[in-house]
């Protein structure tokens, strides 16, 4: 039988399956029989089996925020590097030349040249010699990058939303930068969209999705079908950024670090 977490609610009438990091939740009415769960659970199984396989295999591609790790800025892949400064800073190094040494025989080697993009982030002496194990440094320099996409998309993104709301008609009231933990964007019935600054490690023609995803709810505030015909009429390609970030979402939705 597979491990799963009951969720009920007096409020809910039908009964839900999620496979969610890696786990089984179910979300059920408070009258249904939990013979009835494990029931409809080992009729699903197998597609349960399927799902949290590919899960796991997807958290694989979780940053981890070590030495070496891997995570994306504007769509493309940087691998993570970590030292001690006089100051603590973020920066990005592009197409390092890197010489790999690979043995072709026991007699001779190959040296390949390959290029690499570096995150760089320096951790001051004085905040390094605080922390007290590797934990204590991954989440040192978690929020160092978070510190920093943050920054870039505070500076980069109103353009980009002024931009597209020229072009749409579509004009917020305000616009808020700010960090969710599921979800790209929002927007509320006073006209304020809100971005998630994470979205700075998807590429642009991503971002532009999500804002024009956001400036139509100021037309349509939900999901019908007049919704995505009009993200349709501004953003004709919304299902391939739509399947990029499904593709990509290990990688981008970060690991709570503890």
């Given at each position: 039988?597979?491990?799963?977490?009951?969720?009920?609610?007096?409020?809910?009438?039908?009964?839900?399956?999620?496979?969610?990091?890696?786990?089984?939740?179910?979300?059920?009415?408070?009258?249904?029989?939990?013979?009835?769960?494990?029931?409809?659970?080992?009729?699903?199984?197998?597609?349960?089996?399927?799902?949290?396989?590919?899960?796991?295999?997807?958290?694989?591609?979780?940053?981890?925020?070590?030495?070496?790790?891997?995570?994306?800025?504007?769509?493309?892949q940087y691998t993570l590097t970590i030292a001690q400064a006089k100051r603590s800073d973020?920066?990005?190094?592009?197409?390092?030349?890197?010489?790999?040494?690979?043995?072709?025989?026991?007699?001779?080697?190959?040296?390949?040249?390959?290029?690499?993009?570096?995150?760089?982030?320096?951790?001051?002496?004085?905040?390094?010699?605080?922390?007290?194990?590797?934990?204590?440094?991954?989440?040192?320099?978690?929020?160092?990058?978070?510190?920093?996409?943050s920054e870039q998309a505070k500076e980069l993104m109103p353009a980009r939303v002024k931009?597209?709301?020229?072009?749409?008609?579509?004009?917020?009231?305000?616009?808020?930068?700010?960090?969710?933990?599921?979800?790209?964007?929002?927007?509320?019935?006073?006209?304020?969209?809100?971005?998630?600054?994470?979205?700075?490690?998807?590429?642009?023609?991503?971002?532009?999705?999500?804002?024009?995803h956001e400036l139509c709810h100021l037309v349509h505030l939900n999901h019908s079908n007049?919704?995505?015909?009009?993200?349709?009429?501004?953003?004709?390609?919304?299902?391939?950024?739509?399947?990029?970030?499904?593709?990509?979402?290990?990688?981008?939705?970060?690991?709570?670090?503890?």
């Amino acid at each position: 039988m597979l491990e799963y977490q009951l969720i009920r609610s007096e409020r809910r009438k039908t009964l839900g399956l999620q496979v969610k990091q890696g786990r089984i939740i179910v979300r059920a009415p408070s009258f249904v029989d939990e013979a009835f769960i494990k029931g409809f659970i080992n009729k699903k199984s197998a597609w349960l089996q399927e799902k949290l396989l590919a899960q796991r295999e997807n958290l694989s591609h979780q940053c981890h925020f070590v030495e070496g790790a891997k995570l994306y800025i504007l769509g493309e892949q940087y691998t993570l590097t970590i030292a001690q400064a006089k100051r603590s800073d973020v920066s990005v190094v592009y197409n390092h030349a890197v010489i790999n040494q690979e043995s072709t025989s026991h007699k001779s080697t190959h040296h390949k040249n390959t290029e690499l993009n570096y995150l760089q982030v320096n951790i001051s002496h004085r905040i390094y010699n605080r922390l007290s194990n590797e934990a204590a440094l991954a989440r040192s320099v978690k929020k160092h990058i978070e510190s920093y996409l943050s920054e870039q998309a505070k500076e980069l993104m109103p353009a980009r939303v002024k931009q597209l709301s020229e072009q749409t008609k579509l004009v917020p009231a305000q616009l808020n930068i700010r960090q969710y933990k599921a979800r790209w964007g929002s927007c509320n019935s006073r006209k304020e969209i809100s971005l998630n600054y994470l979205l700075m490690m998807a590429p642009w023609w991503v971002i532009d999705y999500v804002i024009i995803h956001e400036l139509c709810h100021l037309v349509h505030l939900n999901h019908s079908n007049n919704f995505w015909r009009l993200v349709a009429k501004h953003c004709p390609e919304y299902l391939k950024a739509k399947q990029w970030l499904s593709e990509h979402q290990q990688a981008l939705h970060w690991p709570t670090l503890k």
